[in-house]
């Protein structure tokens, strides 16, 4: 019985830091840390590296209620916003990019693309409530 509650108690643990779909409805602020970006010109082959290396922020904030996204250095309008079963899309500009940005709502992961007329930017990383 002790091994019972043991294994009990271990599951528990373990789950309990496991976010649910709901964290990611729209309902929540969410914190998301971009790990992978890719950089890409016209007539060039896109470079794969860190958020860092295309001067992406380690972490953002996404307040759905406030119709914005915070960085380190600049909070950014959400301008438009799209729900579907399955994901959401957020738009806005910035510094003379426009971005999207795609938020699954099952596992919390995102895509983000900033792009101009010279060059595009892809983010790929995971979210998580605040």
Wanted: net charge negative; with cysteine; hydrophobic share 40%.
């Amino acid at each position: 019985m002790t091994r019972f509650l043991h294994m009990v108690a271990a599951l528990a643990l373990l789950t309990a830091g496991i976010a649910s779909a709901s964290d990611f409805d729209g309902s929540k602020r969410l914190i998301c840390a971009p790990v992978e970006a890719m950089d890409c010109a016209p007539g060039e082959q896109c470079t794969s590296g860190r958020p860092n290396d295309v001067g992406a922020p380690n972490f953002l904030r996404i307040d759905f209620a406030q119709k914005v996204i915070i960085g380190p250095k600049q909070t950014t309008p959400i301008l438009f916003m799209d729900k579907s079963s399955t994901q959401i899309l957020l738009q806005g500009t910035e510094l003379g990019y426009g971005w999207t940005l795609a938020l699954d709502q099952e596992r919390g992961t995102m895509t983000a693309t900033l792009v101009n007329r010279e060059e595009a930017f892809v983010l790929f990383g995971s979210c998580t409530p605040l």
